[in-house]
C-alpha cells in the first residue's frame, strides 16, 4: 500500500514510517515540523534506503489537504499528527480542540473526495478517563479524559466511528498507546522532546545524559507495591509493528470502525523503570520523591488481548530494551536530532 503517515516526522509516526518501509509499503509524509525537525527524514532515509516525499504544512488547511490527495497516490492514512502535551492543552484549550479535530476534519473530506477508505488513527489509553477498570478493556463505554488533549481523542474516535459508520466500505483502527517509550535500535531516531520532557522516560534519559540535574518522582505514597505510579510502558517499535498490523488487518475487519489497545498488559512502576534505566547507564542516577503530579492515577495497564486475537499482534520488547534503547538514542545524540533541513 502507499501509506500517508500525517505527522510522520514525530516520534510514534518516524518509527512506524520504518516499520511501514520493512513491511514493503511506500510512504508519503505530511508534518508541519511544529514539535519536529526536519533532520529526522534524512536519517529515515538513510536507515531505510528510500526516497520518501515529505510535504511541509499544516492540515488544517483543507485546501492543501486535499490537493495532496491530488498530487500522491495514496491507498490509505495513518493519522498521528496532532498536539499532545497535556499540561499546555489545559491552558490552551481552543489551540488543542483546533489543532487534533481540525486536521482530523481536513483529512476526513480529502479521503472522502479521493475515496481512500483506510484509515488508523493514533488515540491514546487517556480516552479510559479515570474510573474504567483495569486492565482496560477496549468495550468500556464510558470514554471520557481529565485534559482537553485527552478530550481531542475521545471526540475523534466519536467522529470516527460516525463517519465510518456513514460510508460504505471505510474501515478505520483506533489505536489506543499506553506510555511509548524507547528508540529505534541504531540510536539515530528516538524521543526528542522540545524544551522541558513531560513524561518520564525521556525526562530520565536527559537526567543521564547531564541536562537535567535529578529525576523528581512525583509521589511516593500511592497504593501500589513500592509507593509510586504504575503504568503500561511499551517499546515504540512494537507499537510501530502494530501500526503495520492493523493497517493490514483493516480489510478483514468485520465493522467499519474497532479501537485496539496498544499496551504489554503489564504495569511498571516509576521506580522500577528507574532502576532499569540506571542498568542501562550502568551507573546511579540522582533522583528525589517529591508530591503527587495532579491528575495522575495510581496504576493502570492494557488488556492486549483483542490486539493479540484479531491483530496476530503483541509487544514483545522488555522493559530492559526499552531502556536499552532509549539511552542509545540519548547518548548517541544528546540535544535530540539537529537544527537544520
Ligand atoms: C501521559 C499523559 C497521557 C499521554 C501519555 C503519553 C498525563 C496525565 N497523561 O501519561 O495522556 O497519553 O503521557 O505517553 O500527563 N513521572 C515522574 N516524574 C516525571 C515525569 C513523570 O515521577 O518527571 C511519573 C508520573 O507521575 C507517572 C509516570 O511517571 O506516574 C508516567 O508519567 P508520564 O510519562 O508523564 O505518562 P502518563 O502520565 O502516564
Same mark, same amino acid.
Given at each position: 500500500m502507499r501509506v500517508l503517515v500525517s505527522g510522520g516526522a514525530g516520534y510514534i509516526g518516524s518509527h512506524t514510517v520504518l516499520a511501514l518501509i520493512e513491511a514493503g509499503h511506500s510512504v508519503v509524509v505530511v508534518d508541519d515540523f511544529s514539535n519536529s525537525k526536519p533532520t529526522v527524514v534524512a536519517r529515515l532515509e538513510s536507515l531505510s534506503g528510500q526516497h520518501i516525499p515529505v510535504h511541509a504544512f499544516d492540515l488544517a488547511d483543507i485546501d492543501k489537504t486535499t490537493q495532496l490527495f491530488s498530487i500522491e497516490e495514496i491507498d490509505a492514512v495513518i493519522h498521528f499528527a496532532g498536539f499532545k502535551a497535556v499540561g499546555e492543552s489545559v491552558s490552551k484549550p481552543l489551540e488543542y480542540y483546533q489543532n487534533n479535530l481540525g486536521s482530523t476534519f481536513s483529512l476526513l473530506h480529502a479521503m472522502r473526495r479521493h475515496e481512500v477508505k483506510k484509515l488508523v488513527f493514533s488515540s491514546s489509553a487517556t480516552v479510559y478517563g479515570d474510573n474504567a477498570p483495569v486492565p482496560y478493556p477496549e468495550d468500556y463505554e464510558h470514554l471520557a479524559a481529565a485534559s482537553p488533549y485527552g478530550r481531542t481523542k475521545v471526540m475523534i474516535e466519536h467522529v470516527l466511528s460516525d463517519v465510518a459508520h456513514a460510508t460504505p466500505g471505510q474501515r478505520i483502527?483506533? *489505536?489506543?498507546?499506553?506510555? #511509548?517509550?524507547? !528508540?529505534? #535500535?541504531?540510536?539515530?531516531? +528516538?524521543?526528542? #522532546?522540545?524544551?522541558?520532557?513531560?513524561?518520564?522516560?525521556p525526562f530520565v534519559a536527559q537526567v543521564a545524559i547531564g541536562r537535567r540535574e535529578k529525576l523528581e518522582v512525583f509521589g511516593g505514597d500511592y497504593p501500589t507495591a513500592d509507593g509510586t505510579c504504575e503504568r503500561d510502558y511499551i517499546h515504540v517499535q512494537d507499537?510501530?509493528?502494530?501500526?503495520? !498490523?492493523?493497517? =493490514?488487518? *483493516?480489510?478483514?475487519?468485520?465493522?467499519?470502525?474497532?479501537?485496539?489497545?496498544?499496551?504489554?498488559?503489564? +504495569?511498571?512502576?516509576?521506580?522500577? *523503570?528507574?532502576? !532499569?534505566? =540506571?542498568?542501562?547507564?550502568?551507573?546511579?542516577?540522582?533522583?528525589?520523591?517529591?508530591?503527587?503530579? #495532579?491528575?495522575? *492515577?495510581?496504576?493502570?495497564?492494557a488488556d492486549p488481548s483483542r490486539a493479540r486475537d484479531e491483530l496476530g499482534w503483541t509487544a514483545t520488547r522488555t522493559i530492559e530494551d526499552m531502556c536499552a534503547d532509549t539511552w542509545r538514542w540519548q547518548s548517541a545524540n544528546p540535544q535530540g536530532f539537529p537544527d537544520g533541513s
Open positions: 483502527a483506533l *489505536l489506543r498507546y499506553f506510555n #511509548p517509550v524507547g !528508540a529505534h #535500535p541504531s540510536g539515530e531516531i +528516538g524521543e526528542d #522532546p522540545q524544551g522541558i520532557p513531560n513524561n518520564l522516560m507499537l510501530a509493528a502494530g501500526h503495520v !498490523a492493523a493497517l =493490514e488487518h *483493516l480489510d478483514t475487519m468485520s465493522e467499519p470502525v474497532r479501537a485496539f489497545n496498544l499496551g504489554t498488559g503489564t +504495569g511498571t512502576s516509576v521506580m522500577e *523503570l528507574f532502576r !532499569a534505566f =540506571e542498568k542501562a547507564v550502568g551507573r546511579e542516577l540522582p533522583y528525589e520523591v517529591v508530591g503527587r503530579r #495532579p491528575g495522575d *492515577l495510581p496504576a493502570y495497564w
